[in-house]
DNA sequence: GAAAAATGAGTCATCCCTGACCCAAAAAAG
DNA sequence: CTTTTTTGGGTCAGGGATGACTCATTTTTC
């Protein structure tokens, strides 16, 4: 039963897989051995813990999706106006921006949970706030809720990319984000 | 001077370049096995016309920039109000998907081209028509003029990966990111 | 129809990544 | 301090893709 954090065993495999995102975020075609010296560790250590490169993916995968689930729920998005909401979704997801990078950089990845459980737990929220604030009217009530969804992590992504890249601090790209989705770039003279 | 489209050569050159825009725009890892077989041609063929793959990446990367970039003249971007201008340009971008995908597929294609020749014909008018927006308050002001083009090209990325995929008819698509880009995704109510 | 060009299948060497080892050194646990 | 665990470099075989090449066949061109 103990063959889960047993402490250092734990933080390696956590440095293997936080390197693995961010390493496989920023290029997809990355090397085992790319991923391993950015997590600062041998060869052998990584495929001591991950038998094969797809084991690897596979639980980069599931960490990624644990750790933005974690972010969505400190967001607290059932809580409050549907428009306040998905401001601090938002800010929770850009605060996870590698994961967020390694998640929505390949359509591989994201096709391939399609089904998974641990999509459910923060998607099916963010779900929920969509149709919910599309019943109140915040949200855009035309479009499918899936579009919403795909426009909000788009966005998030092309904010946590610049933030990757150092083209801006993070508060301003979760400002651009959100100012985006509540009035797109059309001018504020309205 | 015969280099350039002999008639045979050049339909077998631009067939082999559109198979690979499309093929490595739906997966980037695909092979040129994948690629030759996508364009209808020989393995042999596509090394006779491209020595390296390099030589191949580079090509698709420059014609689908030519591609859009004709895309681009065609929505004739400098004329009449940015509203109206910015509509054509995204009908014309989303009408040529699969270059988009390919190009905003990869970060590193992206990347790649930021002092090409090639990218000036179009990225310096959709530039210019950005800050021509924003200078008579149709579009934005108060964000960078380079985010409100990362959020064109997002948003027609994604339609264009949804239209690739089946999920929406491309005028549909079109009309989405439209709506998008001129009021985010609020409720109709104001 | 004959000459020239282009094609496609096939072969072969090479490179790079992966996966499976092994073992000495370092770190943690007792 | 001793034992146990973990680590990291190193080696080696296997697999897959690439690049270079040949040659018979098909297609264009004249």
């Known amino acids: 039963m103990e063959e889960l954090e047993t402490g250092v065993r734990g933080r390696t495999k956590q440095a293997i897989l936080a390197a693995a995102a961010a390493t496989l975020g920023k290029d997809r ?18 495929q001591r813990y991950f038998a094969e490169r797809e084991d690897l993916i596979n639980a980069v995968t599931l960490d990624s999706l644990r750790v933005l689930g974690l972010a969505t729920e400190e967001a607290d998005i059932g ?6 909401a998905m401001r601090r979704l938002v800010t929770a997801a850009v605060g996870v ?7 929505y950089g390949d359509p591989e990845v994201v096709a391939s949970f399609g089904g998974t459980d641990a999509e459910d737990e923060g998607s099916i ?12 009217g915040t949200f855009d009530a035309e479009v499918d809720a899936s579009w919403i969804e795909t426009v909000l992590w788009s966005l998030v992504y092309s904010a946590s990319d610049s933030v990757s890249r150092g083209h801006m601090p993070r508060h301003t790209a979760t400002a651009m984000v959100i100012r985006t989705l509540e009035q797109g770039i059309s001018g504020g003279s309205r």
């Open 29 to 46: 075609a990355a090397t085992l051995a790319d991923i391993a010296a950015a997590a600062e560790v041998g060869r052998s250590t990584v």
């Open 79 to 84: 809580r409050g106006a549907p428009g306040e």
């Open 97 to 103: 921006a590698e994961r967020v990078l390694y998640l």
């Open 125 to 136: 929220a963010v779900r929920g706030l969509i149709t919910r604030g599309q019943a109140d």
